[in-house]
């Protein structure tokens, strides 16, 4: 099958509608070379049954990976625990990639599926940015600033130690603590972020403070 | 630099190979690089699969379970550009068995069926000798879904042009890996200059097949019905238990024939037009 | 771990895994979990290891060993019970190493009895208390304090731990073990000289295992199995050798170290007892140790409780030890749950975890979800412990009823690991830190930011208003810099409050720099030294290309960046290589320094003949020859005379819910398992039991290496979610045709505690097991789905009943009893009648 190349020129619009999820980082700068009409190239280059490079299309031309120039971030994988290096790539203050760290001696720049899904998991279109209050015995989520939120949970904290105060066991042993409330929390969470909580937990009296390497 | 350049076959003409193809790009052009999944260390994470819809911005192909062992995928498809098959083969006492395990993925032909019908010029070779659909230029025709002996490409769910691998070609440019040879966590996939990855296929070759005996390469023979691929593999077991085509032949394989047939009538039609012209005069 | 080698982690770290001779992969499923740390394990089999994978399926795992057993769930004391059998019987241990290295010399007191002497109990038992009393366990003559236990080198003596346990595994021959585990003898044999073989001066094994050993009623035990296998054969803390716990989330090891745990605090120091620790002094002399490096128990507390309350605490108030809350038996999560449904706890924290799917018996959380006063949940997307309230089962099934459930429900937005900056500690010990990329969206914030400022905001109440015992909040330290609009806490200075500081507040650089006077503060002394230098070590990314493969300048690992643990013993008593093919760390004696390819664990210049005087204290008593630093006695416990609840040796039990008698002992199961006998978590009988026939099919529950736990991180992403979209059950050929079920339809399985549905995979790969002659079959469960996400399905763990390890309060998941029918589940009002049928078929009312 012998083609025939288009007759005109590509012009940027023309280019720009394509590849949906892009985000245009596919969408070039017209090149010299290029500007010449395909039919003229096919028929004047090396590449006569366009198959090579007088098919070339502008933005193909174009075309680099979305990573060249991003700000490297260096993390680790949140899944499981084997840690392995994350490089998360910035540009104008969006992620625009996740993939494994070469440097790592752990990992040598690899992932299993749920590492290399990581931004995946950051932009889900089920996550959500606002709190959600549901009120005693309601039937719907309601909107609830997170000034008002922070400030309403301080409260029930401080409600609940109060009532549920055990200064002391049967025998009078000490015991100084707040039974009413308990803590769970997964094992995702930053080592800082587990201290904060132990501290301020232990300082509040609460004991029955509890995660997921337990279960 | 050393250029994938096989010896012609019976059939071809030099000017639709990886090789000629890629000399287009003249002083662009660059090793011809591509894959080699060895399926002896495949642990069908699939983390190629997901690295590579990361990574092209691909959708979900929908959450239908399959019951086809682990493989919910089903196939290669327009949305999915690297799929794991699963094939389980127990032992009659079942305590020991294989579960064999294969990245697939376009074979980025030596001869490409797909390349030589595009009618738009939306398929092309590139300076990496691999093959590229260019979603700006292709307009969903689907003359390559039937020109593909693999059944590799399809049609994208989003914008329904078609969709295949393009061994990251933007990734390539930059320097960097494909994604699922990059996420890979065992090595099954291994990225390269082809004439290497063909050299380090016959070695693992042999020291598999010391242990299995149905172990066999897949596409490392550019004497094959497509020209030997830009993808090889390393299989356990025959092509067709892996869901791929024992034999495949690239349906253009007699073009040039065609070609040449077509050449002389068009020679001869030229002729009595200008005979004609010439006996009015 | 803790109790046989002295610390809680992982031995050894996974690159290590490829100078393995012989890697033994149990209870973990390594290849689909843990498939990048997978690496390590097929670099070594490609170098020649043997790989062996023992689990009761046929998983991704076995597909890439080089050898695969199947075992019975619940049956692996029993198959490491045969190896260590094979080992004693054939004199296969690695004499040398035994002899200095462990207690296999000591002398144990003429009145232990062992569970062989006794029918499947030590002695020490009371059955008025359900428990163990431990002084019968103890060395001989260890009254006279402070000298060295009797011991007999040539391990002759009946008492010695060695002949002791020479006794306690006679019975667990190769045909024995091979009865009660479902498999051939040959395997036992083959495992165990696969082992053997690639143990000793020139060669290494190492052992893998997760949850699948920690998840049961003898979880604890089962890991002590492994740890006297490693300790006879002498693969502790050498190269290719040790134990690798493999866990499954970022930093569960950290969330342990610095512990979000309700019996210690940071550094594995144990919360105060109310009934043991009136003051401090107490505490460091009931809780510290004489000997080992639990003998500076007094420079760990004080540090830490200067790090919490400051100038507050001083010598004269003892350091505000009484400020600490008392704990006075068991307070762990399932405790709680209990406590929800009680009504004695009101208030829930659910931080980044979701029970109403994750925890074992979701159902009975749920319910406990729904009669609290209030909850907050945090997390990425509301998950189903936020939506119970009005999808769960329970209200679909018409049990609940949403306006009359009291749980006022704060759900918040919390940010992702590229959000925020912070460290993980991984499954290596290691720690590693996460640089923020971006400011996360709209409300959402760290765990970090809410606690922070949660403290805050109750500290200025508290100045402002009465409160019982308000001094603990009013004197907490809590003065972090604040960064940008939002007031983010600065991670960094929390690190650095935990690394410690000195007395002119400059970062210590390991925990020998801790005093107890009070003039050096540190909120983690297991993680002292990663602020070395006003450094933040866990930062460090040096390319493991750059460096050797023990890669000592990438992140930092605890203790002092020890990537291997316990290394003085891959050097011979003498400090020499036991090996060249195995050196790692030696003495130098031209230096007169312990030097190698990692850190010392071990005072870097006490030379191997130190022989500490008598009377000496901490780790000054610990000889040079001693490498298991933490122990009292410097020795790699075989036999466990403290700090072990169910015994001093693994014994034998059966699963609490088991198709099967006890092959071994009368006594069923695990004596002293916690049990939580209630309406909704009612225990299905067991065999020896009446009606034990109603369950007939062992269940056990697993994950997949497409999804993440209870799907909080998977069921929510497209790309993983198509990879597995649908609740399904494993089954062999067999079982689907004895129950009529058909691949790729629908099957509905069922327990005592609920009714659930999956599609049916019917696979070669499940292979029914013949158990004492009896063909016993499995329904295997991955447990991800949930009402909510893209893809949803019901939850395996709603079947599981909530019984535990007596140790580490860990459920059992791995080895239940269930039934199994073809077709869809009922539905609505139709589900309490079909439970209520249930349970009166397996006579289960009133069960409490």
């Not at chain 1, 001696?105 to 290399?116: A, Q, T, V």
């Not at chain 1, 549920?164 to 929390?185: Q, S």
């Not at chain 3, 619940?74 to 290295?101: C, P």
């Not at chain 3, 762990?332 to 994750?358: H, Q, W």
């Given at each position: 099958?012998?083609?025939?190349?288009?007759?005109?020129?590509?012009?940027?619009e023309a280019?720009?509608g394509?590849?949906p999820?892009?985000n245009?980082?596919r969408?070039?700068k017209?090149?010299?070379?290029h500007?010449?009409?395909?039919?003229?190239?096919?028929?004047?280059?090396?590449?006569?049954?366009?198959?090579?490079s007088?098919a070339?299309?502008?933005?193909?031309?174009?075309?680099?990976?979305?990573?060249?120039?991003?700000?490297?971030?260096?993390?680790?994988?949140?899944?499981?625990?084997?840690g392995c290096?994350?490089?998360?790539?910035?540009?104008?203050?969006?992620?625009?990639?996740?993939?494994?760290?070469?440097?790592s001696?752990?990992?040598?720049?690899?992932?299993?599926?749920?590492?290399?899904a990581?931004?995946?998991?950051?932009?889900?279109?089920?996550?959500?940015?606002?709190?959600?209050?549901?009120?005693?015995?309601?039937?719907?989520?309601?909107?609830?600033p997170?000034?008002?939120?922070?400030?309403?949970?301080?409260?029930?904290?401080?409600?609940?130690?109060r009532?549920?105060?055990?200064?002391?066991d049967?025998?009078g042993?000490?015991?100084?603590?707040?039974?009413?409330?308990?803590?769970?929390?997964?094992?995702?969470?930053?080592?800082?972020?587990?201290?904060?909580?132990?501290?301020?937990?232990?300082?509040?009296?609460?004991?029955?403070?509890?995660?997921?390497?337990?279960? | 630099?050393?250029?994938?350049?096989?010896?012609?076959?019976?059939?071809?003409?030099?000017?639709t190979?990886?090789?000629?193809?890629?000399?287009t790009?003249?002083?662009?052009?660059?090793?011809?690089?591509?894959?080699?999944?060895?399926?002896?260390?495949?642990?069908?994470?699939?983390?190629?699969?997901?690295?590579?819809?990361?990574?092209?911005?691909?959708?979900?192909?929908?959450?239908?379970?399959?019951?086809?062992?682990?493989d919910?995928?089903?196939?290669?498809?327009?949305?999915?550009?690297?799929?794991v098959?699963?094939?389980?083969?127990?032992?009659?006492?079942?305590?020991?068995?294989?579960?064999?395990?294969?990245?697939?993925?376009?074979?980025h032909?030596?001869?490409?069926?797909c390349?030589?019908?595009?009618?738009?010029?939306?398929?092309?070779?590139?300076?990496?000798g691999?093959?590229?659909?260019q979603?700006?230029?292709?307009?969903?025709?689907?003359?390559?879904?039937?020109?593909?002996?693999?059944?590799?490409?399809?049609?994208?769910?989003?914008?329904?042009?078609?969709?295949?691998?393009?061994?990251?070609?933007?990734?390539?440019?930059?320097?960097e890996?494909?994604?699922?040879?990059?996420?890979?966590?065992?090595?099954?996939?291994?990225?390269?200059?082809?004439?290497?990855?063909?050299?380090?296929?016959?070695?693992?070759?042999?020291?598999?097949?010391?242990?299995?005996?149905?172990?066999?390469?897949?596409?490392?023979?550019?004497?094959?019905?497509?020209?030997?691929?830009?993808?090889?593999?390393?299989l356990?077991?025959?092509?067709?238990?892996?869901?791929?085509?024992?034999?495949?032949?690239?349906?253009?394989?007699?073009?040039?024939?065609?070609?040449?047939?077509?050449?002389?009538?068009?020679?001869?039609?030229?002729?009595?037009?200008?005979l004609?012209?010439?006996?009015r005069? | 771990?803790?109790?046989?080698?002295g610390?809680?982690?992982?031995?050894?770290?996974?690159?290590?895994?490829?100078n393995?001779d012989?890697?033994?992969?149990?209870?973990?499923?390594?290849?689909?979990?843990?498939?990048?740390g997978?690496?390590?394990?097929?670099e070594?089999?490609?170098?020649?290891a043997?790989?062996?994978h023992?689990?009761?399926?046929?998983?991704?795992?076995?597909?890439?060993?080089?050898?695969?057993?199947p075992?019975?769930?619940?049956?692996?004391?029993?198959?490491?019970g045969?190896?260590?059998?094979?080992?004693?019987?054939?004199?296969?241990?690695?004499?040398?190493y035994?002899?200095?290295?462990?207690?296999?010399?000591v002398?144990?007191?003429?009145?232990?009895?062992?569970?062989?002497?006794?029918?499947?109990?030590f002695?020490?038992?009371?059955?008025?208390?359900?428990?163990?009393?431990?002084?019968?366990?103890?060395?001989?003559?260890?009254?006279t304090?402070?000298?060295?236990?009797?011991?007999?080198?040539?391990?002759q003596?009946?008492?010695?731990?060695?002949?002791?346990?020479?006794?306690h595994?006679?019975?667990?021959?190769?045909?024995?073990?091979?009865?009660?585990?479902g498999?051939?003898?040959?395997?036992?044999i083959?495992?165990?000289?696969?082992?053997?073989?690639?143990?000793?001066?020139e060669r290494?094994?190492?052992?893998?295992?997760?949850?699948?050993?920690?998840?049961?009623?003898?979880?604890?035990?089962?890991?002590?199995?492994?740890?006297?296998?490693?300790?006879?054969?002498?693969?502790?803390?050498r190269?290719?050798g040790?134990?690798?716990?493999?866990?499954?989330?970022?930093?569960?090891?950290?969330?342990?170290?610095?512990?979000?745990?309700?019996?210690?605090?940071?550094?594995?120091?144990p919360?105060?007892?109310?009934?043991?620790?009136?003051?401090?002094?107490?505490?460091?002399?009931?809780?510290?140790?004489?000997?080992?490096?639990?003998?500076?128990?007094?420079?760990?507390?004080?540090?830490?409780?200067?790090?919490?309350?400051?100038?507050?605490?001083?010598?004269?108030?003892?350091?505000c030890?009484?400020?600490?809350?008392?704990?006075?038996?068991?307070?762990?999560?399932?405790?709680?749950?209990?406590?929800?449904?009680?009504?004695?706890v009101?208030?829930?924290?659910?931080?980044?975890?979701?029970?109403?799917?994750?925890s074992?018996?979701?159902?009975?959380?749920?319910?406990?979800?729904?009669n609290?006063?209030?909850?907050?949940?945090?997390d990425?997307?509301?998950?189903?412990?936020?939506?119970?309230?009005y999808?769960?089962?329970?209200?679909?099934s018409?049990?609940?009823?949403?306006?009359?459930i009291?749980?006022?429900?704060?759900?918040?937005?919390?940010?992702?690991?590229?959000?925020?900056?912070?460290?993980?500690?991984?499954?290596?010990?290691?720690?590693?830190?996460?640089?923020?990329?971006?400011?996360?969206?709209?409300?959402?914030?760290?765990?970090?930011?809410?606690?922070?400022?949660?403290?805050?905001?109750?500290?200025?109440?508290?100045?402002?208003?009465?409160?019982?015992?308000?001094?603990p909040?009013?004197?907490?330290?809590?003065?972090?810099?604040?960064?940008?609009?939002?007031?983010?806490?600065?991670?960094?200075?929390?690190?650095?409050?935990?690394?410690?500081?000195?007395?002119?507040?400059?970062?210590?650089?390991?925990?020998?720099?801790?005093?107890?006077?009070?003039s050096?503060?540190?909120?983690?002394?297991?993680?002292?030294g990663?602020?070395k230098d006003?450094?933040?070590?866990?930062?460090?990314?040096?390319?493991?290309?750059?460096q050797?493969?023990?890669?000592?300048?990438?992140?930092?690992?605890?203790p002092?960046?020890?990537?291997?643990?316990?290394?003085?013993?891959?050097?011979?008593p003498?400090?020499?290589?036991?090996?060249e093919?195995?050196?790692?760390?030696?003495?130098?004696?031209e230096?007169a320094?312990w030097?190698g390819?990692?850190?010392?664990?071990?005072?870097?210049?006490?030379r191997?003949?130190?022989?500490?005087e008598?009377?000496?204290?901490?780790?000054d008593?610990?000889?040079?020859?001693?490498?298991?630093v933490?122990?009292?006695?410097?020795?790699g416990?075989?036999?466990?005379p403290?700090?072990?609840?169910?015994?001093?040796?693994?014994?034998?039990y059966?699963?609490?819910e088991s198709?099967?008698?006890?092959?071994?002992?009368?006594?069923?199961?695990?004596?002293?398992?916690?049990?939580?006998?209630?309406?909704?978590?009612?225990?299905?009988?067991?065999?020896?039991?009446?009606?034990?026939?109603?369950?007939?099919?062992?269940?056990?529950?697993?994950?997949?290496?497409?999804?993440?736990?209870?799907?909080?991180?998977?069921?929510?992403?497209?790309?993983?979610?198509?990879?597995?979209?649908?609740?399904?059950?494993?089954?062999?050929?067999?079982?689907?045709?004895?129950?009529?079920?058909?691949?790729?339809d629908?099957?509905?399985?069922?327990t005592?505690?609920?009714?659930?549905?999956?599609?049916?995979?019917?696979?070669?790969?499940?292979?029914?097991?013949?158990?004492?002659?009896?063909?016993?079959?499995?329904?295997?469960?991955?447990?991800?789905?949930?009402?909510?996400?893209?893809?949803?399905?019901?939850?395996?763990?709603?079947?599981l009943?909530?019984?535990?390890?007596?140790?580490?309060?860990?459920?059992e998941?791995k080895?239940?009893?269930?039934?199994?029918?073809?077709?869809?589940?009922?539905?609505?009002?139709?589900?309490?009648?079909?439970?209520?049928?249930?349970?009166t078929?397996?006579?289960?009312?009133?069960?409490?």
């Amino acid at each position: 099958m012998v083609k025939t190349l288009c007759l005109g020129p590509l012009t940027d619009e023309a280019l720009r509608g394509g590849i949906p999820g892009t985000n245009g980082a596919r969408v070039g700068k017209t090149m010299s070379e290029h500007a010449l009409w395909p039919v003229l190239r096919q028929a004047g280059g090396k590449d006569p049954l366009a198959l090579g490079s007088a098919a070339q299309s502008l933005r193909t031309a174009d075309w680099k990976a979305r990573t060249d120039g991003a700000k490297v971030v260096k993390s680790i994988c949140p899944y499981c625990a084997v840690g392995c290096g994350q490089n998360v790539y910035v540009k104008d203050d969006t992620i625009v990639q996740i993939e494994g760290d070469p440097d790592s001696p752990i990992s040598r720049g690899r992932l299993c599926p749920k590492g290399s899904a990581s931004l995946s998991l950051i932009e889900s279109l089920l996550r959500e940015y606002r709190v959600k209050y549901r009120r005693p015995y309601g039937t719907h989520w309601e909107e609830l600033p997170l000034e008002r939120a922070m400030e309403m949970i301080a409260d029930r904290v401080l409600k609940t130690r109060r009532e549920t105060w055990e200064a002391k066991d049967d025998e009078g042993n000490t015991l100084n603590r707040c039974y009413g409330i308990a803590h769970l929390g997964g094992a995702t969470l930053d080592n800082e972020e587990n201290y904060l909580m132990k501290k301020l937990y232990t300082a509040l009296g609460v004991v029955q403070v509890e995660n997921q390497a337990r279960l | 630099m050393s250029r994938a350049c096989p010896e012609p076959v019976e059939g071809f003409i030099d000017l639709t190979s990886a090789a000629a193809e890629s000399a287009t790009y003249g002083a662009e052009e660059r090793d011809r690089m591509g894959f080699f999944t060895d399926t002896t260390l495949c642990i069908g994470c699939k983390a190629c699969e997901v690295a590579c819809k990361e990574w092209n911005q691909l959708p979900s192909d929908g959450y239908e379970f399959t019951g086809e062992s682990y493989d919910n995928t089903k196939e290669l498809s327009g949305n999915t550009w690297r799929h794991v098959a699963f094939v389980e083969q127990m032992e009659p006492e079942r305590d020991t068995g294989r579960w064999l395990m294969e990245s697939d993925v376009c074979k980025h032909c030596t001869h490409a069926g797909c390349l030589d019908v595009c009618p738009t010029g939306a398929i092309i070779r590139t300076e990496f000798g691999t093959v590229v659909i260019q979603d700006d230029i292709c307009n969903g025709c689907g003359y390559c879904v039937v020109a593909c002996p693999f059944g590799v490409i399809g049609e994208k769910q989003e914008d329904h042009t078609m969709g295949k691998c393009t061994l990251c070609y933007d990734r390539l440019k930059v320097g960097e890996q494909p994604a699922c040879a990059k996420a890979c966590p065992t090595e099954s996939i291994q990225y390269g200059v082809v004439d290497e990855l063909r050299e380090r296929a016959e070695k693992r070759l042999e020291k598999v097949q010391q242990k299995f005996d149905g172990a066999q390469l897949y596409l490392n023979d550019p004497n094959d019905g497509v020209g030997g691929g830009g993808s090889l593999f390393l299989l356990l077991d025959k092509p067709q238990v892996y869901g791929l085509p024992p034999n495949p032949i690239v349906p253009t394989k007699d073009l040039p024939q065609r070609w040449r047939t077509a050449g002389i009538a068009a020679a001869a039609l030229f002729g009595a037009v200008v005979l004609c012209a010439v006996s009015r005069r | 771990m803790g109790t046989s080698f002295g610390r809680g982690g992982a031995t050894t770290f996974q690159q290590d895994l490829q100078n393995s001779d012989c890697i033994v992969i149990m209870g973990s499923n390594m290849a689909e979990n843990h498939p990048v740390g997978f690496q390590w394990v097929m670099e070594a089999r490609e170098r020649g290891a043997t790989v062996i994978h023992v689990d009761p399926r046929f998983t991704r795992t076995s597909a890439a060993a080089t050898k695969h057993v199947p075992i019975r769930a619940g049956s692996d004391i029993a198959f490491l019970g045969g190896i260590i059998h094979y080992i004693l019987k054939n004199d296969r241990a690695f004499k040398e190493y035994v002899v200095n290295y462990t207690n296999g010399p000591v002398l144990l007191r003429d009145d232990f009895k062992d569970s062989e002497e006794l029918d499947g109990f030590f002695s020490g038992w009371h059955a008025d208390k359900n428990g163990y009393t431990h002084e019968t366990w103890q060395y001989k003559d260890m009254d006279t304090h402070g000298e060295p236990p009797d011991t007999d080198k040539t391990l002759q003596d009946p008492r010695c731990v060695y002949q002791v346990l020479k006794r306690h595994y006679a019975r667990y021959t190769p045909e024995t073990v091979a009865r009660i585990c479902g498999t051939e003898p040959q395997h036992v044999i083959d495992v165990a000289e696969a082992l053997c073989a690639n143990s000793g001066r020139e060669r290494t094994s190492a052992f893998c295992y997760s949850v699948a050993w920690t998840q049961h009623t003898t979880g604890v035990q089962t890991i002590r199995g492994a740890a006297i296998i490693q300790l006879l054969l002498g693969n502790i803390g050498r190269p290719g050798g040790g134990i690798l716990a493999l866990r499954g989330h970022a930093s569960i090891q950290g969330s342990t170290d610095i512990p979000t745990l309700f019996n210690i605090l940071p550094g594995y120091i144990p919360m105060p007892h109310a009934h043991a620790h009136d003051d401090l002094k107490d505490f460091i002399e009931s809780e510290g140790a004489k000997t080992g490096s639990w003998g500076n128990m007094d420079k760990y507390i004080v540090s830490l409780l200067k790090a919490w309350f400051g100038e507050r605490a001083t010598e004269q108030n003892d350091f505000c030890f009484d400020l600490l809350p008392r704990i006075n038996g068991d307070h762990s999560s399932y405790r709680s749950i209990m406590g929800m449904l009680d009504g004695t706890v009101k208030g829930f924290f659910c931080i980044g975890e979701n029970p109403a799917v994750g925890s074992a018996n979701s159902g009975l959380h749920r319910r406990a979800l729904a009669n609290l006063e209030w909850l907050v949940v945090r997390d990425f997307s509301e998950i189903e412990s936020a939506s119970f309230w009005y999808d769960a089962p329970e209200i679909e099934s018409g049990e609940l009823h949403t306006e009359s459930i009291p749980t006022e429900v704060f759900w918040m937005p919390a940010a992702a690991h590229a959000e925020k900056d912070g460290s993980f500690t991984n499954t290596q010990r290691l720690l590693q830190w996460h640089h923020q990329a971006v400011e996360p969206k709209g409300e959402a914030h760290s765990d970090l930011w809410f606690y922070y400022h949660l403290g805050k905001r109750i500290k200025e109440k508290i100045a402002a208003q009465e409160e019982p015992f308000s001094d603990p909040i009013a004197f907490l330290t809590w003065n972090y810099p604040e960064k940008g609009e939002t007031a983010d806490p600065d991670a960094q200075a929390v690190l650095r409050e935990i690394n410690g500081w000195d007395a002119n507040g400059r970062a210590l650089s390991d925990y020998n720099g801790l005093k107890a006077d009070g003039s050096t503060a540190c909120g983690c002394w297991i993680y002292c030294g990663c602020f070395k230098d006003e450094v933040n070590q866990t930062a460090r990314r040096k390319p493991g290309s750059e460096q050797s493969w023990v890669a000592p300048e990438w992140a930092w690992a605890w203790p002092a960046n020890r990537r291997i643990i316990y290394n003085r013993a891959s050097a011979d008593p003498q400090g020499k290589p036991w090996s060249e093919r195995k050196k790692y760390v030696w003495w130098d004696e031209e230096k007169a320094e312990w030097t190698g390819h990692d850190v010392p664990d071990f005072n870097k210049t006490k030379r191997p003949d130190y022989t500490p005087e008598a009377g000496a204290k901490a780790e000054d008593a610990i000889a040079g020859w001693q490498p298991f630093v933490m122990q009292e006695d410097g020795l790699g416990w075989l036999f466990v005379p403290n700090g072990i609840v169910d015994g001093p040796l693994p014994v034998f039990y059966e699963p609490h819910e088991s198709p099967v008698k006890n092959a071994l002992y009368s006594q069923q199961a695990n004596p002293c398992r916690q049990q939580f006998p209630r309406t909704f978590n009612e225990s299905n009988p067991s065999p020896s039991d009446a009606h034990g026939d109603v369950f007939p099919f062992v269940l056990h529950t697993y994950r997949l290496t497409e999804h993440h736990t209870a799907g909080g991180m998977s069921r929510t992403v497209p790309h993983l979610s198509e990879l597995q979209p649908e609740f399904f059950c494993e089954v062999s050929p067999e079982l689907a045709q004895l129950r009529g079920l058909t691949h790729g339809d629908w099957a509905t399985i069922f327990t005592s505690r609920a009714v659930i549905e999956a599609r049916v995979m019917v696979t070669d790969r499940v292979k029914p097991m013949r158990v004492d002659g009896k063909t016993l079959h499995s329904v295997g469960l991955p447990y991800h789905w949930g009402s909510r996400g893209l893809v949803t399905g019901d939850s395996a763990n709603d079947l599981l009943n909530i019984t535990l390890d007596p140790n580490a309060h860990i459920q059992e998941t791995k080895g239940l009893t269930c039934d199994i029918i073809s077709g869809r589940r009922p539905r609505g009002k139709d589900v309490p009648d079909f439970m209520n049928a249930v349970r009166t078929r397996s006579h289960l009312e009133g069960q409490e």
